[in-house]
């Protein structure tokens, strides 16, 4: 049996969605549904169910999705010693990150590829998601680490769901909002709001749902936002990643009528990765895995 074939297996049934599991193992849609088609001959039994809304496991799928784990982690174990002994860490990895990615996904990451490989060497830039996948697209960056705009990817480029949070605002624990349990766009039309710069899908987000709202501050990273916030700008629009830069003194609510906020992975569609850059998204991958399992506090301390 071919492990790759256990692996889109596994990638369908996490992301729900052939579609899905294809742009995050980097083939067609098409080849993926063949390849589980193959396992399911291989196994002579039926792993997934197909409707409208995507794919999930059968029965007999789910009872094997520990066991083909297993199977892919001995796979991938074997290959990373294979990568360690003949010093395929030790190229150069660049990466591109919106802010909130930078402090949340690539800085864990990059601690501990210094201390696990430090003959890998990479580069780090942070900015807008526009600017990130452009550069991404250019091919000055091995992927990217952005908030998933509202438009389609560009030709050329793919976009792989990582971890969602729910969009809010920040505010000042004696601001007139504070002591609600929520808010909706129309709550921000009278008060001056902080929030990132223009050009930035959360500064798109506010303008599709407020009618000229009364920006204040433009703010380059989601820190600034909250500081800004703590020091009376006004209010912070902001989604809920649990960060380590917190700010004492801010409440945060949900705005419940607003979608939540994306992260994801760009790369080229037609690039090579290098081993190393395997090793970095593989790790990414994992951090955003553990992300969505740290639920950061609604209100009290952001």
């Given at each position: 049996m071919r492990v790759e074939r256990a692996r889109y297996?596994?990638?369908?049934?996490?992301?729900?969605?052939?579609?899905?599991?294809?742009?995050?193992?980097?083939?067609?849609?098409?080849?993926?549904?063949?390849?589980?088609?193959?396992?399911?001959?291989?196994?002579?039994?039926?792993?997934?169910?197909?409707?409208?809304?995507?794919?999930?496991p059968t029965?007999?799928?789910?009872?094997?999705?520990?066991?083909?784990?297993?199977?892919?982690?001995?796979?991938?174990?074997?290959?990373?010693?294979?990568?360690?002994?003949?010093?395929?860490?030790?190229?150069?990895?660049?990466i591109g990150a919106v802010s909130v990615a930078?402090?949340?996904i690539i800085a864990p990451v990059v601690g501990r590829l210094r201390e696990r490989h430090p003959g890998l060497r990479f580069g780090v830039r942070e900015g807008a998601s526009g600017a990130v996948e452009d550069a991404v697209l250019d091919g000055e960056?091995?992927?990217?680490?952005?908030?998933m705009p509202e438009s389609p990817a560009a030709p050329g480029l793919s976009r792989t769901p990582l971890v969602s949070a729910p969009l809010g605002i920040f505010v000042r624990t004696d601001h007139p909002l504070a002591g609600r349990g929520q808010v909706h766009w129309r709550d921000l039309g009278t008060w001056p709001v902080v929030t990132m710069r223009a050009g930035t899908v959360m500064w798109?987000?506010?303008h599709r749902h407020v009618p000229e709202p009364d920006v204040v501050v433009?703010?380059?990273?989601?820190?600034?936002?909250?500081?800004?916030?703590?020091?009376?700008?006004?209010?912070?629009?902001?989604?809920?990643?649990?960060?380590?830069?917190?700010?004492?003194?801010?409440?945060?609510?949900?705005?419940?009528?607003?979608?939540?906020?994306?992260?994801?992975?760009?790369?080229?569609?037609d690039g090579r990765p290098s081993p190393s850059a395997l090793v970095v998204r593989r790790l990414i991958r994992a951090e955003a895995d553990g992300l969505a399992g740290r639920e950061p506090a609604a209100r009290g301390v952001s």
């Open positions: 297996f596994l990638a369908a049934v996490e992301t729900g969605s052939l579609r899905a599991a294809a742009a995050r193992c980097g083939v067609s849609q098409p080849a993926i549904g063949q390849q589980i088609g193959l396992l399911e001959e291989e196994l002579d039994v039926v792993l997934l169910t197909r409707g409208r809304h995507g794919v999930r029965p007999a799928g789910q009872a094997l999705i520990e066991p083909l784990g297993r199977l892919v982690a001995a796979e991938d174990a074997v290959r990373a010693s294979a990568m360690e002994a003949s010093g395929a860490y030790r190229g150069r990895v660049q930078a402090e949340t960056l091995d992927f990217g680490v952005v908030t798109e987000t506010l433009q703010a380059m990273s989601a820190r600034t936002v909250k500081v800004m916030v703590a020091r009376g700008a006004g209010l912070g629009v902001l989604a809920r990643f649990p960060t380590s830069a917190d700010i004492a003194g801010l409440v945060w609510l949900p705005l419940r009528d607003a979608p939540p906020v994306r992260l994801c992975l760009t790369q080229r569609r």
